[in-house]
């Protein structure tokens, strides 16, 4: 509440600002700024996937496996209890989210090409990751950057 209200009251005079500029609202530009990046980060980054995937189909195709089989674990409550299983733990989650965060740059026919993955089984393991997540963080392993 306390950190709502204190952005709030920080916004305030920016927007104020904003507003009496003649070439347009600062903030209206920094928003399309940052859309266009976003645009250009997901144009760039669709060679980029496609090109690293093409390097280890098998990779990829094993990641939908392994995330069930690590989904699995998680449910049946095989959650460590010191330091050094929590970092394992954490590290193979990241290790699962940054391959399903490489894929979902590809377009859905490239993805089916090159993993044999479609887009109603990529949308499933990006559930049972974000679900598996959940579950970690409520049991203490937080895997957040």
Do not use: H
Not at 84 to 113: C, T, Y
């Amino acid at each position: 509440m306390r950190k709502g209200l204190c952005i709030i009251l920080c916004l305030i005079p920016f927007l104020a600002f904003g507003q009496k500029r003649d070439e347009g609202n600062i903030v209206d530009k920094g928003i399309d700024w940052a859309v266009g990046m976003w645009n250009r980060a997901q144009k760039e980054g669709k060679p980029f996937a496609e090109k690293t995937i093409k390097q280890a189909p098998s990779y990829y195709k094993g990641i939908q496996t392994s995330l069930t089989d690590f989904a699995r674990r998680v449910e049946k409550g095989d959650i460590a209890k010191t330091i050094e299983d929590k970092k394992k733990l954490v590290s193979e989650l990241w290790r699962m989210r940054s391959a399903i965060n490489l894929m979902s740059l590809l377009d859905p026919g490239v993805l089916k090409q090159l993993t044999g993955i479609d887009t109603s089984k990529f949308s499933e393991m990006q559930k049972t990751l974000q679900k598996t997540e959940s579950k970690l963080a409520k049991a203490g392993v937080k895997a957040k950057a």
